[in-house]
């Protein structure tokens, strides 16, 4: 096992999973995730902070809500209209529905219900509003290489773990 601690520009490789306050598993990562800790890459709810000094192998469990995970839940993104005026394609639970704003921004909604000769697509992400249970396994830490920077962290390209 790795002595290396989590610090600033370490590499690091973990999986977790996401529930919900009852335990009911609602997202998992069984393969890694990595990233360089202090990069580019945004880990939600403050995950950077509970991992740092932690080694390979420790687990770290935190409890986040809505406004440390996904944010809350955004009544307008959600629209709900005839399911006459709503292509075939669409007329699914979670058909995948691409949006585009006045600014030109590209948004993915989802079809999240449909009843009454109605659809409802909503651009929250799906987590969005809840408070959750995160559990963070460490599988590496190491001095992150050039190689690392470019695979993992890209300048000016932020990723979320979601």
């Known amino acids: 096992m790795s002595e290396e601690i989590i610090k600033h520009g370490k590499f690091v490789s973990l999986t977790y999973s996401i529930s919900d306050p009852e335990g009911n598993l609602l997202e998992q990562s069984d393969l890694p995730v990595s990233y360089i800790h202090g990069g580019e890459t945004e880990l939600i ?95 590496e830490v190491r001095d992150a290489t050039k190689e690392d920077a470019m695979q993992v962290d890209m300048p000016g390209q932020p990723h979320t773990l979601n």
Do not use: C, W, Y
């Not at 992400?125 to 396994?137: E, I, Q, S, W, Y």
């Open 45 to 139: 709810g403050g995950m950077d902070h509970a991992v740092a000094g932690k080694r390979q192998g420790d687990e770290v469990t935190l409890t986040l809500s809505p406004e440390e995970g996904f944010g809350d839940h955004d009544p307008a993104l959600t629209f709900t209209d005839g399911i006459d005026n709503v292509p075939l394609q669409f007329r699914q639970l979670g058909a995948e529905v691409q949006m585009q704003n006045e600014d030109g921004e590209m948004k993915s909604f989802f079809v999240t219900k449909i009843g009454d000769g109605k659809l409802t697509v909503d651009g929250n992400h799906p987590l969005a509003g809840k408070t959750l249970k995160v559990k963070v396994r460490i599988l």
